[in-house]
């Protein structure tokens, strides 16, 4: 890893989707970044594939060991067990808000932006995300659109493994201007 490079926590329990953590990941690599699969347990996580469960993914570290300082971006994967999960753990909830106080870049895709609900951070932003979080981001303030990707800010959201490509371009372009 190069000196100057970024170090991208990724937040996941179980049941996120793995194209939504595999395709992001490749990508911010590729760019020079470091990932971290940061998850509420020691151990491995599991992945879901569209209608099961998938691969598993070692965690590289836990809520408990590591510190939002420690990274300058943080990518969050959905699914919809995985946010859904994170959002009702303190820890995870206090690590999200920590990125979003110290103004550092966040991409969230899917289900995903429901940690940044559950973090108060949606409120005035503009995002995108799965069609039924329409609500729920209009509920915490935030203006919801229909777009492959949306970037406001140090936030990035995009709607849908559809949406990888664009998705991937816009958060490793965030993330290096950090």
Not at 112 to 135: C, D, Q, V
Not at 165 to 178: D, H, I, K, N, S
Request: glycine share 6%.
């Amino acid at each position: 890893m190069a000196e100057n490079s970024k170090r991208v926590a990724i937040l996941v329990t179980d049941g996120f989707e793995e194209v939504e953590l595999c395709e992001p990941r490749e990508a911010l690599q590729d760019a020079g970044m470091e990932t971290v699969i940061v998850a509420p347990h020691d151990g491995k996580v599991t992945s879901w594939q569209k209608t099961d469960w998938g691969s598993k993914f070692e965690v590289d570290a836990t809520l408990a060991e590591t510190d939002a300082a420690d990274y300058d971006a943080l990518l969050l994967p959905g699914g919809v067990i995985n946010p859904d999960a994170l959002r009702i753990k303190d820890k995870a909830v206090a690590f999200v808000q920590s990125f979003v106080e110290a103004e550092k870049p966040v991409a969230a895709i899917c289900h995903g932006p429901w940690t940044l609900i559950e973090a108060g951070a949606a409120k005035g932003r503009k995002m995108t995300s799965w069609p039924s979080l329409k609500n729920d981001l209009a509920n915490a303030g935030a203006e919801w659109v229909d777009q492959e990707v949306v970037v406001d800010g140090n936030f990035v959201t995009s709607r849908n493994p559809g949406d990888l490509p664009a998705f991937c371009r816009e958060t490793v372009r965030l993330f290096q201007a950090a």
